[in-house]
């Protein structure tokens, strides 16, 4: 099996600034919301302004039209395998949740498409963040974890970034020993 | 093997095994082997290129050098020590060993004034950075000892140790794989309100930090979404006789619990 994934922090904005170079790309973007189910085909780029994301938490990416007529997000996987997977995280009163790019498939030629795609994202974000404890406060750089220059601007003015589930702590910049 | 962190890098291991050793992974020439190089954060499949005899070894002092890893890192860490005018170069998950907190302590974790074990004594920490840029590193495992002394100041560096992380990997689905068979089970299985965010055999797991716990991250087999918004995480794994997880799998989930995520364990044996 093949996998790609990106986790990464960025604002709303920074998100469907992303998905609109997607479209431009001739890529098929479904943006979907969760509770109900609901999907939607992105054909234009005013389908992508941040107005029109807040309800959807997760957009798939597809070089071919996908399957549509599916009841639920776990029937719609099903029917869609090696589309691209974008995890939207929030900016909720003054906390940025994590947001998560990934693909899974059983052809390489697919996941090396995708990483193309990916390689977008990265150029737009900076690789490591520190992360704590909130139990004993141990803390260690993952350089797995990427971020934008917005979500930076957004902790160096006192937005907590949450990790992608979980209570530890996420700092953007290497935190003070005693903090 | 590919370098999962430098797609366009191939990372180069060159290993020094008893027969013994290569039989247990099934290793020949062609082969492909699992390897989970912990300290440098790579894990993935290696392509066996070669298979030779060993050359000879010369007597006298000193020790043999099992294996030697080569590779592109962009995450390279410079320290400085009290009254050593060189920098030591390290990448930033190689260990050295904190005489303050008597631990193995990866490079990135290491703080200012944190004392260190050289050969002679201690050396204290004056700063910690993080290098721009990507280069070429190097590490080794030595015969014998899991250590060595690095650089000018001759700092306690812990080495690489590809032996133990051979392994043959995980069976797919498609091989029988009973992990995956009952994660994909599972998934299909999943409630009306509740939504697979990551894993469950059609979408990678995502890591999810465990400061403080046995590994600092997991990732949980399955990750889902429950209507209410809120996450849960399902692991699959082995139990004992008495239906309770193995301590690896136990392990895993204290982690996850640790640091405040709802799990299940659902055992498939």
């Known amino acids: 099996m093949h996998k790609l994934l990106v986790q990464f922090y960025a604002t709303p904005h920074e998100l469907a600034d992303f998905l609109r170079e997607l479209l431009s790309l001739d890529l098929t973007l479904v943006t979907m919301e969760l509770s109900p189910f609901?999907?939607?085909?992105a054909s234009s780029k005013a389908d992508l302004e941040v107005s029109r994301l807040q309800k959807a938490s997760q957009v798939m990416v597809f070089h071919e039209p996908p399957v549509t007529s599916c009841e639920n997000w776990n029937q719609f996987l099903d029917a869609n395998r090696d589309g691209l997977f974008l995890w939207m995280g929030r900016l909720d009163q003054q906390v940025l949740s994590q947001s998560w790019l990934s693909a899974q498939s059983t052809s390489e030629q697919v996941i090396?498409?995708?990483?193309?795609?990916?390689?977008?994202?990265?150029?737009?974000?900076?690789?490591?963040?520190?992360?704590?404890?909130?139990?004993?406060?141990?803390?260690?750089?993952?350089?797995?974890?990427?971020?934008?220059?917005g979500a930076l601007k957004l902790f160096d003015e006192g937005c907590r970034i949450a990790p992608p589930a979980g209570n530890n702590l996420v700092f953007?910049?290497?935190p003070s020993p005693d903090c | 093997m590919p370098n999962p962190e430098q797609s366009a890098d191939i990372i180069d291991l060159e290993l020094l095994r008893s027969v013994e050793w290569m039989q247990a992974v099934e290793c020949g020439e062609d082969a492909v082997i699992w390897f989970d190089l912990e300290e440098m954060g790579l894990h993935g499949w290696a392509e066996v290129v070669r298979v030779e005899p060993c050359p000879p070894i010369k007597a006298g002092p000193g020790r043999v050098v099992l294996a030697t890893v080569t590779h592109y890192n962009s995450f390279l860490m410079d320290l400085r020590?009290?009254?050593?005018?060189?920098?030591?170069?390290?990448?930033?998950?190689?260990?050295?060993?904190s005489a303050t907190r008597q631990d193995w302590i990866p490079a990135s974790d290491l703080r200012a004034g944190e004392d260190l074990a050289t050969r002679s004594g201690t050396a204290r920490i004056q700063s910690v950075s993080a290098t721009p840029g990507t280069q070429r590193?190097?590490?080794?495992?030595?015969?014998?000892?899991?250590?060595?002394?690095?650089?000018s100041a001759e700092v306690l560096s812990h080495n690489t140790n590809p032996c133990g992380?051979?392994?043959?990997?995980?069976?797919?689905?498609?091989?029988?794989?009973?992990?995956?068979?009952?994660?994909?089970?599972l998934e299909g299985q999943l409630g009306k309100d509740e939504t697979l965010l990551a894993g469950g055999g059609r979408l990678p797991e995502v890591l999810i930090p465990t400061r403080g716990g046995m590994k600092s991250g997991r990732r949980p087999?399955?990750?889902?979404?429950?209507?209410?918004?809120?996450?849960?995480g399902v692991n699959v794994g082995r139990s004992k006789a008495d239906g309770?997880?193995?301590k690896r799998e136990q392990d895993a989930l204290d982690d996850l619990r640790r640091a405040g995520i709802d799990m299940d364990f659902i055992r498939y044996d």
């Open chain 1, 38 to 41: 609901l999907i939607q085909l």
């Open chain 1, 112 to 149: 090396k498409r995708w990483r193309k795609v990916a390689n977008i994202l990265k150029r737009r974000t900076s690789a490591g963040v520190w992360i704590a404890s909130l139990l004993n406060k141990d803390a260690g750089f993952y350089k797995q974890f990427r971020f934008t220059e």
């Open chain 1, 172 to 174: 953007l910049r290497n």
């Open chain 2, 81 to 97: 020590l009290a009254g050593v005018s060189e920098p030591l170069h390290l990448t930033d998950r190689h260990r050295l060993f």
């Open chain 2, 137 to 151: 590193v190097f590490n080794i495992e030595a015969e014998s000892e899991h250590c060595f002394f690095a650089g």
């Open chain 2, 165 to 185: 992380g051979a392994k043959r990997g995980p069976k797919t689905k498609l091989q029988g794989g009973p992990h995956n068979e009952k994660i994909e089970e």
């Open chain 2, 221 to 232: 087999d399955l990750l889902i979404r429950r209507a209410d918004g809120s996450l849960r």
């Open chain 2, 244 to 246: 309770s997880p193995l």
